[in-house]
């Protein structure tokens, strides 16, 4: 599949079978989408990614009705960069069609919007991070590749902000839900996790490998019978 572009200069199909069907012993890569509304934006950000050393844009559509029809299991994506509103609509609520097709992947919402009420409804339709558009595509680059290899969150500070500040009057509990299931360790790393903590410090704190801090989290995900770091910290920590 080559570079596809339709009359309107919106659709972008992008992909790289060598890349897709790379050998598990090149240079680890990550596989994102992007579903972006703005031709320009579109255009910038997966001419950049195809250049890019880490990252490869499988796929780069204008609306989540191409994303659906065009994508493919092998494309195997990690990361889906979804734009808030599309043409004049909201993004939203269907956050939950685009996990049930990339099952796993991270949902970064990708926006000019910041106000608190956009991040927290986006936050519970299933999203797992929030990026502002202000940042040059390198960037945006660093702060992709920060969340997939195990860095945190993907949120701007100021989100991070509202996020404090909107649970701060209470809503976060003294007690998680889960606690009787988990074992110390696991505790410990639960609560790193919420700190914002990478995997290298976790490792560090609980004097074990990378790689163990990896295997307690999936062990985590299977306990708490969640697809994402996001869904892990907000049903542990947060009522429903």
């Known amino acids: 599949m080559g570079r ?3 009359s309107n200069g919106v659709l972008h199909l992008w992909c790289r079978f060598g890349d897709v069907l790379r050998s598990k012993n090149e240079q680890m890569r990550y596989n994102i989408a992007i579903i972006e509304d703005d031709p320009e934006v579109l255009r910038i950000l997966s001419d950049y990614f195809q250049h890019s050393a880490h990252l ?8 989540i009705e191409k994303f659906l029809k065009f994508y493919r299991d092998f494309m195997d994506v990690q990361l889906v960069l979804l734009d808030v509103m599309l043409y004049n609509q909201s993004s939203i609520r269907s956050i939950p069609k685009i996990k049930k097709k990339v099952n796993g992947a991270e949902i970064v919402m990708f926006t000019f919007m910041d106000d608190s009420d956009t991040v927290f409804q986006a936050l519970r339709n299933g999203a ?4 502002v558009k202000e940042d040059q595509p390198e960037e945006i680059e660093r702060k992709i590749l920060f969340a997939l290899q195990g860095g945190g969150a993907l949120l701007s500070p100021a989100i991070a902000r509202k996020i404090i500040e909107y649970f701060n009057p209470g809503k976060l509990l003294g007690i998680p839900f889960f606690k009787e299931k988990l074992n110390d360790k696991e505790q410990v ?11 290298n410090t976790i490792a560090r704190h609980i004097g074990m490998t990378v790689d163990g801090v990896r295997y307690y989290v999936k062990t985590l995900y299977r306990k708490l019978q969640v697809k994402s770091r996001g869904e892990l910290l907000r049903k542990y920590f947060f009522r429903p």
């Open 4 to 6: 596809e572009k339709l």
């Open 128 to 131: 797992t991070g929030y990026m």
């Open 56 to 63: 490869d844009c499988i796929l780069a559509v204008d609306t």
């Open 189 to 199: 790393i639960m609560q790193m996790l919420k700190e914002g903590h990478d995997y």
